[in-house]
């Protein structure tokens, strides 16, 4: 199955490099214009089913990018709750102790008054997966999820392969990694294994698998809109 994560184009909050999580920001006519010129780079890819967070940053540009098909909305999905950073940049926070003390974890403990990783990752996995299972099922094979690059964030870090850490997958507003996997061998309940009990329930593969030549090195995955990558 191919995934497409794909992630909302730019707010008035991304352009002043703000932490923009459950504010819920229209996109900015720089971030309808920046879509545009994807289009003219030949649009985005299509996709069977398109999935979207709540906000309305995210519905806006999945709207955009896939104009007159349905749009399923997953409220696992939206960004996370950045606390007291929130809607704040790194300028307005320099000088508070709390916000100093998050830098030197390297973003790993959790926000002030927000959000934890490990309750954000937990979240957005769940939504993702349950929305995997239901296409499988359905006998989709491609889907576009028009997310938040803290969701996409923690997908890759899950699914992608080779490893690499959560970080790692940053990318920018209009961007996105086009993600394969597949899907795990059933039980006999019809769930794949590991699904009923709130575990993964899909199959990460592994380097043994011939991926075509557009994954070399064993890659399930490849950048969207990169100048570095092809599509």
């Avoid at 309305?56 to 909305?73: D, E, H, M, S, W």
């Amino acid at each position: 199955m191919k995934i497409y994560l794909i992630r909302h184009s730019l707010t008035e909050g991304n352009l002043k490099k703000r932490y923009v999580g459950i504010t819920d920001e229209d996109l900015s006519q720089e971030g309808v214009k920046l879509l545009e010129r994807c289009f003219e780079k030949g649009g985005f890819p299509q996709a069977e089913r398109i999935y979207t967070s709540p906000m309305k940053r995210c519905t806006q540009t999945a709207k955009l990018c896939y104009p007159g098909q349905q749009i399923f909305v997953i409220e696992e999905l939206s960004e996370c709750d950045f606390g007291l950073f929130e809607n704040k940049s790194y300028r307005e926070l320099s000088g508070s102790s709390q916000y100093q003390e998050w830098v030197d974890s390297g973003g790993t403990i959790p926000f002030p008054g927000g959000e934890s990783r490990e309750e954000f990752k937990k979240r957005i996995l769940s939504g993702f997966e349950k929305s995997v299972w239901e296409c499988m099922k359905a006998g989709i094979t491609s889907a576009a999820y028009v997310v938040h690059g803290g969701t996409i964030m923690c997908i890759m870090e899950k699914y992608a392969f080779p490893k690499k850490g959560y970080y790692d997958y940053q990318i920018e507003n209009g961007e996105g990694y086009e993600l394969i996997i597949a899907d795990s061998i059933c039980s006999d309940s019809g769930f794949p294994a590991g699904f009923a009990a709130g575990g993964s329930g899909i199959f990460i593969p592994s380097s043994e698998i011939n991926w075509s030549s557009n994954y070399r090195g064993g890659k399930n995955y490849k950048r969207l809109f990169s100048e570095n990558e092809s599509r």
